[in-house]
């Protein structure tokens, strides 16, 4: 089986990558852009599971980067292969090339302040880039399970008593990113009905784990203490909203979620995919805090509170999991734990 991943450079990426490799029977592939950054994929590169198709070479054609695949891929490897989804011809040439038995959409713009600053590059990428995969797909002529990556950022404004959210749930979003997701959702249910493509969405909550980009709200609390630790900056750290209560599951059960997704899950469907649990960001910060021997000083900074935000989320995921099977399995306390020292690894290299 043949399964191509977008945004394989990411966090969630990444993690899919190494999930899929450990599969029987699974070649995986993934796209990346010149520019893209490869500090995620570095496990694999390490352990030599990582090979670029057409490395320093231009892929004019469909039947060039046929040829490529035949003669460079090599069994249990992630292969890369230089795309943009932005680029309506990359994607027909990627999908004619490798016809893909499963795609799992996970390219975006995804921060969410940068989609208040940059709402029409937010929308572009998100909603076009999307626009353009389908349609490269239909072209190809191939029937792949697509997979596309919603984001609990669609609903937004929540009141109380919605609590937890089911699918059903009125969509009210409070960013250019939610909006932009709204869309990529109602494309795929739309290319569903239409074109008959096998597109399942999920919606998933927020996530931690190793990798963890240093602008997302886990990441800049174990980014702060880890240079903390190593003397990098004095014993403060800045927090913005510690108020808001998030649902965190470990992006290594994400990436479980989203196989599942295409192997179990409907097309047409839209699954929540989360830990079913909410937690204040304080306590959260404060279980990070307790995994440091530092005394660390807590402080608020406006600079780091959105101009809108979401303040509660909560998934009901019992659609998914009676659907699939999945269950969480990885406790939170290890999920930030791992993040934690992800950071102090990274942080150590800097500090030398």
């Given at each position: 089986m043949r399964t191509l991943i977008t945004g394989v450079t990411?966090?969630?990426?990444?993690?899919?990558?190494?999930?899929?490799?450990n599969k029987e029977g699974i070649e995986v592939y993934g796209i990346y852009r010149w520019r893209s950054r490869?500090?995620?994929?570095?496990?694999?590169?390490?352990?030599?599971?990582?090979?670029?198709?057409?490395?320093?070479?231009?892929?004019?054609?469909?039947?060039?980067?046929?040829?490529?695949?035949?003669e460079q891929s090599r069994e249990n490897s992630l292969h890369?292969?230089?795309?943009?989804?932005?680029?309506?011809?990359?994607?027909?040439?990627?999908?004619?090339?490798?016809?893909?038995?499963?795609?799992?959409h996970l390219a975006a713009q995804s921060y969410v302040p940068a989609s208040q600053n940059a709402p029409a590059a937010t929308l572009t990428t998100n909603i076009i880039g999307q626009v353009n995969l389908?349609?490269?797909?239909?072209?190809?002529?191939?029937?792949?399970?697509?997979?596309?990556?919603?984001?609990?950022e669609e609903y937004g404004l929540v009141y109380p008593q919605e609590l937890p959210l089911k699918e059903t749930n009125p969509l009210r979003p409070l960013s250019p990113y939610g909006?932009?997701?709204?869309?990529?959702?109602?494309?795929?249910?739309?290319?569903?009905?239409s074109h008959g493509l096998k597109t399942t969405v999920t919606r998933a909550f927020n996530h931690a784990g190793p990798r963890r980009g240093h602008v997302y709200f886990t990441a800049q609390f174990a980014k702060q203490i880890a240079e903390i630790e190593a003397g990098l900056r004095s014993p403060i750290l800045y927090v913005g909203d510690l108020n808001s209560q998030r649902d965190l599951t470990d992006v290594r059960d994400i990436a479980q979620a989203y196989w599942l997704a295409l192997d179990?899950?409907?097309?047409?469907?839209?699954?929540?995919?989360?830990?079913?649990?909410?937690?204040?960001?304080?306590?959260?910060?404060?279980?990070?805090?307790a995994m440091s021997e530092t005394k660390i000083e807590v402080k608020k900074d406006p600079a780091r509170f959105r101009p809108s935000d979401v303040t509660l989320l909560q998934a009901n995921n019992t659609k998914f999991c009676q659907q699939t099977g999945w269950q969480p399995l990885i406790p939170l306390k290890q999920s930030l734990e791992d993040e934690l020292n992800y950071w102090r690894e990274r942080t150590c290299g800097q500090s030398h």
């Open positions: 990411g966090f969630v990426g990444s993690h899919l990558a190494e999930n899929l490799l490869m500090e995620n994929l570095d496990t694999l590169h390490r352990a030599g599971r990582l090979q670029i198709i057409g490395e320093n070479s231009t892929i004019i054609n469909a039947r060039q980067l046929k040829g490529l695949l035949k890369l292969i230089e795309a943009d989804i932005l680029d309506p011809f990359s994607m027909n040439c990627l999908m004619e090339a490798v016809a893909p038995d499963r795609i799992f389908l349609e490269a797909v239909r072209k190809a002529g191939i029937d792949p399970q697509i997979h596309i990556a919603g984001s609990s909006v932009s997701k709204v869309a990529q959702e109602k494309l795929a249910i739309q290319y569903f009905h179990k899950g409907k097309p047409g469907e839209v699954y929540n995919v989360g830990s079913g649990r909410a937690y204040p960001v304080g306590e959260i910060l404060d279980m990070m805090l």
